[in-house]
């Protein structure tokens, strides 16, 4: 695996490269890195473009804004059929060639053996009901690969089930629940974060869901919730956390926060790795 890295000399992406080569000397699962510089974002996207290498990571020092509107302009879109590991086990599930219109941000949140997928934390401010339609579809075909247990999707407000009243973000987890009626994804909402991650509350008030208490991908009405939530985790709660990786594009790209560290690092690759070998970017 090759990853382009316009911060390449800082020290924290040193650090993450090295402890990814320890890791991967003992995961012979994971493919071995080549760190490869570039001299900056552009340059690296250009690498990717080339066949040159097969990602970039970037953020240490560039903003998101910088990283995004860098990816827009030098990658195209993917497709939610182009991202599937599994396609044959999603019988009942709308499978689009179209390519996607959104690009969003994907946290993988670890701690000890407890993993959380978040999506969007980093890319779209105010999404639409077809733009968070598109990030489940984009955020599952990751669930598929990064995850051990099978996806299960809590759309989460500031309510559970209705508790909140009438509110224009419940109405949209609702709409965008009705997308998925029928299918096999395992969603449900609205619900709150504690409904969706703590069994207790969830047996005690809403038993027959079949996401909440158990979630492992949690999906917000909105960037400010997701911005704050993922460095909660990280921040509050201890969590180790891979990316923002970009999706929705044809490349594989990580956007790091500033404040991540080492680990953060050598685990974002550890996803992009796993990502890119599910979708045929590296082949070893």
Same mark, same amino acid.
């Given at each position: 695996?090759?990853?382009?890295?316009?911060?390449?000399?800082?020290?924290?992406i040193?650090?993450?490269?090295?402890?990814?080569?320890?890791?991967?000397?003992?995961?012979?699962?994971?493919?071995p890195?080549?760190?490869?510089?570039?001299?900056?974002?552009?340059?690296?996207?250009?690498?990717?473009?080339?066949?040159?290498?097969?990602?970039?990571?970037?953020?240490?020092?560039?903003?998101?804004?910088d990283?995004?509107?860098?990816?827009?302009?030098?990658?195209?879109?993917?497709?939610?059929?182009?991202?599937?590991?599994?396609?044959?086990?999603?019988?009942?599930?709308?499978?689009? =060639?179209?390519?996607?219109? +959104? $690009? %969003?941000?994907?946290?993988?949140?670890?701690? /000890?053996?407890? &993993?959380? @997928?978040?999506?969007?934390?980093?890319?779209?401010?105010?999404?639409?009901?077809?733009?968070?339609?598109?990030?489940?579809?984009?955020?599952?075909?990751?669930?598929?690969?990064?995850?051990?247990?099978?996806? =299960?999707i809590?759309?989460? +407000? $500031? %309510?559970?089930?209705?508790?909140?009243?009438? /509110?224009?973000? &419940?109405? @949209?987890?609702?709409?965008?629940?009705?997308?998925?009626?029928?299918?096999?994804?395992?969603?449900?909402?609205?619900?709150?974060?504690?409904?969706?991650?703590?069994?207790?509350?969830?047996?005690?008030?809403?038993?027959?869901?079949?996401?909440?208490?158990?979630a492992?991908?949690?999906?917000?009405? /909105?960037?400010?919730?997701?911005?704050?939530?993922?460095?909660?985790?990280?921040?509050?709660?201890?969590?180790?956390?891979?990316?923002?990786?970009?999706?929705?594009?044809?490349?594989?790209?990580?956007?790091?926060?500033?404040?991540?560290?080492?680990?953060?690092?050598?685990?974002?690759?550890?996803?992009?790795?796993?990502l890119?070998?599910?979708?045929?970017?590296?082949?070893?």
């Amino acid at each position: 695996m090759i990853i382009a890295f316009p911060e390449f000399s800082h020290p924290k992406i040193q650090t993450g490269i090295e402890k990814y080569h320890a890791l991967s000397s003992i995961d012979t699962s994971l493919p071995p890195l080549e760190a490869l510089p570039a001299s900056d974002l552009a340059s690296a996207c250009d690498l990717v473009n080339l066949g040159e290498a097969d990602a970039v990571i970037a953020g240490i020092e560039y903003s998101t804004r910088d990283v995004i509107l860098t990816c827009r302009d030098a990658f195209s879109m993917s497709s939610f059929i182009d991202d599937l590991a599994n396609p044959d086990e999603l019988l009942g599930i709308p499978i689009s =060639r179209e390519p996607y219109r +959104t $690009f %969003s941000g994907l946290a993988v949140m670890k701690r /000890d053996n407890q &993993i959380f @997928l978040l999506s969007d934390m980093a890319a779209c401010k105010h999404p639409t009901k077809e733009q968070l339609i598109e990030i489940i579809q984009q955020t599952y075909t990751a669930a598929q690969v990064l995850l051990p247990d099978e996806p =299960r999707i809590a759309l989460l +407000t $500031f %309510s559970s089930f209705g508790s909140g009243g009438k /509110d224009d973000s &419940i109405s @949209l987890m609702h709409e965008v629940l009705d997308e998925f009626t029928g299918t096999n994804l395992i969603i449900d909402g609205e619900m709150q974060l504690d409904t969706a991650l703590v069994p207790e509350i969830a047996a005690s008030k809403f038993p027959d869901s079949p996401v909440a208490g158990h979630a492992n991908v949690l999906i917000v009405p /909105d960037l400010n919730s997701g911005n704050i939530l993922y460095k909660a985790f990280e921040h509050i709660g201890g969590f180790t956390v891979a990316g923002p990786i970009l999706q929705g594009f044809d490349a594989l790209v990580s956007d790091l926060s500033r404040g991540s560290n080492a680990d953060d690092v050598a685990w974002t690759i550890e996803n992009l790795a796993r990502l890119g070998q599910a979708r045929g970017f590296i082949t070893d």
